[in-house]
């Protein structure tokens, strides 16, 4: 069975709307983040936890939230949603510090009209 | 701040071909460094690491030297397959921060039968 699994699968949504996107790991992991990933910029960490009720900024955090309400969910929240986040976004988990690999998810399509 | 070149854009070989996916970092000290693989339609996944000069990764056929004299981490395959067609991802790990991986912008290698 999958071990980091996402919802929706896929999404469109309207500018200004809000958007949760959400993810469940079954790994254990204390470590959970969530990228976007575009063409010309590969991935690019949004926000990331290294537990339950802890979230961070990642490198561009700006138009996110997140929200790690326990071990096994981390959700990403786009409050006003813009064109400019049309993307594709994964989740991913991992443990073990700067060393350790991370399981990423199938991933989000997120469409912004 | 760390950082990670590789190849940019897409690579174009023929089943057989020799595979060469250039990844340079730029980090003080020991850094982990990774290759990932992601398959259309998927999320990344691990393919291997190093962690230490000279040190050599290798998953599925291909393998990636640790090189601190150059700050390389090339990634390299003898002869590849059509199911090699995929997007790669060159990775760096720093214990200046535990919980984040610096991510390359991905290679997308197509081969051609």
């Known amino acids: 069975e999958a071990a980091v699994t996402q919802s929706p699968r896929n999404k469109v949504a309207v500018t200004g709307g809000k958007v949760t996107l959400s993810c469940n790991q079954t790994?254990?992991?204390?470590?959970m983040y969530w990228y976007r990933q575009d063409t010309g910029h590969g991935l690019r960490l949004i926000h990331y936890s290294y537990g339950a009720g802890s979230t961070e900024k990642g490198d561009i955090p700006d138009g996110y939230k997140a929200s790690r309400p326990s071990q096994e969910n981390f959700s990403l929240i786009l409050e006003l949603a813009t064109p400019s986040q049309t993307s594709v976004y994964f989740c991913?988990?991992?443990?073990?510090?700067?060393?350790?690999?991370?399981?990423f998810g199938p991933g989000t399509r997120l469409t912004v009209l | 701040g760390d950082s990670v070149t590789q190849t940019e854009g897409q690579v174009a070989l023929s089943e057989e071909d020799f595979l060469t996916i250039h990844c340079n970092y730029s980090a003080s000290g020991y850094p982990a460094l990774f290759w990932y693989v992601q398959y259309p339609g998927e999320g990344p996944q691990f393919l291997f690491r190093a962690s230490r000069d000279k040190e050599k990764g290798s998953s599925r056929g291909f393998e990636a030297t640790y090189d601190k004299g150059t700050t390389s981490f090339h990634l390299r395959k003898a002869s590849v397959q059509e199911s090699d067609s995929a997007v790669y991802y060159c990775?760096?790990?720093?214990?200046?921060?535990?919980?984040?991986?610096?991510f390359g912008k991905g290679t997308h290698l197509h081969v051609l039968p």
């Open positions: 790994n254990n992991h204390n470590n």
């Open positions: 990775a760096l790990g720093h214990d200046t921060n535990a919980y984040k991986v610096i």
């Open positions: 991913a988990s991992g443990d073990g510090g700067f060393y350790a690999e991370q399981f």
